[in-house]
Nanobody
Framework: QVRLVESGGGLVQAGGSLRLSCAAS????????MGWYRQAPDKERELVAVSTSGGVTNYADSVKGRFTVSRDNAKNTVSLQMNILKPEDTAVYYC????????????WGQGTQVTVSS
């Protein structure tokens, strides 16, 4: 069974930094996309940043220049370095991966809370 396990998150003041990490485990052939989504209270889940296995990245406009997504394909991990955090970055952050097993499917981590105080 494929699992995504996140670590990191917490409470930080505006302007500060946090780093999220996520590791995929289980039996699978490969990982296509891997990255992060977030969901703030009363809002829909939205893409934050995602990376292909080749290192091509895509970011939400709201985080460009502040967040950096990075993958380690050998370790099946993805990280999100978040700098210059703003109160509007407060949300539950979910690790996401598009993984090939006997089929190709989308998998999610359990979510980790990031709270930015003003």
């Amino acid at each position: 069974q494929v699992r995504l396990v996140e670590s990191g998150g917490g409470l930080v003041q505006a302007g500060g930094s946090l780093r999220l990490s996520c590791a995929a485990s289980g039996s699978f052939s490969s990982i296509n996309f891997m990255g992060w989504y977030r969901q703030a209270p009363d809002k829909e889940r939205e893409l934050v940043a995602v990376s292909t296995s080749g290192g091509v990245t895509n970011y939400a406009d709201s985080v460009k220049g502040r967040f950096t997504v990075s993958r380690d394909n050998a370790k099946n991990t993805v990280s999100l370095q978040m700098n210059i955090l703003k109160p509007e970055d407060t949300a539950v952050y979910y690790c996401y991966a598009n993984i090939v097993t006997t089929y190709t499917g989308n998998y999610w981590g359990q979510g980790t809370q990031v709270t930015v105080s003003s």
